[in-house]
């Protein structure tokens, strides 16, 4: 009976009648008052209905006592992405901490947690300080700091700022021979933000005197070494590891030395492929050392496409965008084709650990495709092409092995939006007292550190590749780039017989382009590249990230294909 009233009220679900249902759930509560998927759907009305509070309640009890504790995390997330909840709720971390274990729902988790930490230590995260306060010590002992630390990319100066203080002070006081075993777990953390950020934080003259007391003490302990990968380059790091793998054995440090191994089997990745252009293997070089983008988790979608489609990712580097791609289209055949075998290691290992079986990695050329004998319902190309010495060949390479009625979608760079990174680049030469070929990691380290406020504030300075050092590689110290402008990819496109048919600005979000964008809300309009041209002649900043269009083969071109 009490199935058939849940099956009743799902269904007034499903017409909208949140009221009717919540009142039918709570008669089946009052019956069986151990039935999660009444509280489950219970949620759901609330979350409609925009009651927070209990949709928060009625999810949890779910998790409580159900076992369909999957569906239930993602409601919970859906609740709280909804409901933008800016109190800490103690109730919430366990769920959250065991929904960050799930890889599916990882990346959604981290901001959440973010939120409610906020909320939770206001003074160490709210207010800006120079020094190592009380609030930050009992931050960096809270788990869950130390779990945000160790899983995703530290993107804002303040909690950068936050770190540095703080290992200045663990390291001092290790130093003086304090006792720093409370902090191992967020040394271990900042191990692993440290792997990802390519050891982008720099040593003070202290840090060097104090890091020197510890090299020479005979004993190296566990906390001395967490402590010096929290202070290495990212090959030190490795080196480090490879030397003291034995210091590691504890569960405790199950992130780090995971990290440190997928890292490891990452850099010793063969080179398995020939490439023969000059400038390919220029950028293979430069992608070799710096593996792009570095990431650890990413948004997957719960839609899955059933048509069965050949896809190429050309230039797959990590393989950051493919693995949500892969996952939703399980059941077409990916082709994934990087110069780096770095990458393509870093990508095929994330793929596992998505577990992810649809994705073919080959290195190869883009300007070799055609050696594969495959054709592609849709090719996704975005910041590759302009690292090419003549981007048209390889864009032509491309439309060689689309399928008639295929569409490609190809990111470039904008040489407006780009305009002030020629400043920041001199900038760093000035700095460093050198021109483009004497800049290196340390210097570039030490350039970042000693950045002011002012410059912080600049859009550029807060885009995620300015928080680890192959993002600052990739963005400034290219050896191989081209920039556009929008009538330069029209020719370029009219060039290899493609017609354009949508672009997906990445910035959208931002008030003053919402604006913009809205002053002319016809579809029509907007597909074409004049439209886009004349908004970005009114907001340079448009295409920051780059240009990222969808086209497909021009009419005329498909028509001469048909073979008779
Ligand atoms: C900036 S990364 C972009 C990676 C990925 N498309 C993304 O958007 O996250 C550029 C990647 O393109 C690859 N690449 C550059 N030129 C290439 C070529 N001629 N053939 C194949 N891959 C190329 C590089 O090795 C590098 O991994």
Known sequence: MTQDYLKACKQLIGQGKYHEAITGLEFILHLNPNLSAAYSNLAICYSNLKNWNKAITSILNALGHGNNQYQDLEELLNILEKSELKSYVPLLEKPLKLAMELVKLEFRVIPLLWRQLISKHPKALSLASNSFTHAIDLLLQDEVFCKLIERSLITDYFTENLILISRQEILSRAVEGDDIHAYLPFLSSLACQTLLNDGLYSNTKQDRLYLNKILDNQNTTLEHFLLLICHSSFEESLMLWKKNQDLFKNDQFKSLTSDLQFYTDVSLSKNKGIINQKTSKLVQSFY?????????????????KTNETDILFAGCGTGQQLIDFAITHKMSHITAIDLSPTSIAYAELMTKKYDISNVNFILLDILDIDTLGLRFDYIVCTGVLHHMACPSDGLAALNKVLTDNGRMFLGFYSRAARKSLKNIKKNIMTFLKTDEEGITRSGIKQWRSQLTTENKANAWYQVSDFFYLNGLYDLLIHPQQIEYSIPEIKALLNKCNLSFVSMS?????????????????????????????KIELRYPEAFIYMYQFHVVKSPSSVLNNKRP
Do not use: C, G
Request: net charge positive.
């Open 288 to 304: 070799m050392e710096n593996p792009y983008p570095k990431w650890k988790s990413v948004k997957v979608s719960n839609q899955v």
């Open 505 to 533: 600005p990445t910035i959208k979000n931002r008030e003053e382009f919402k604006l913009i964008l809205a002053q002319n809300p016809t579809n029509k309009d907007k597909q074409t590249l004049d439209y886009w041209h």
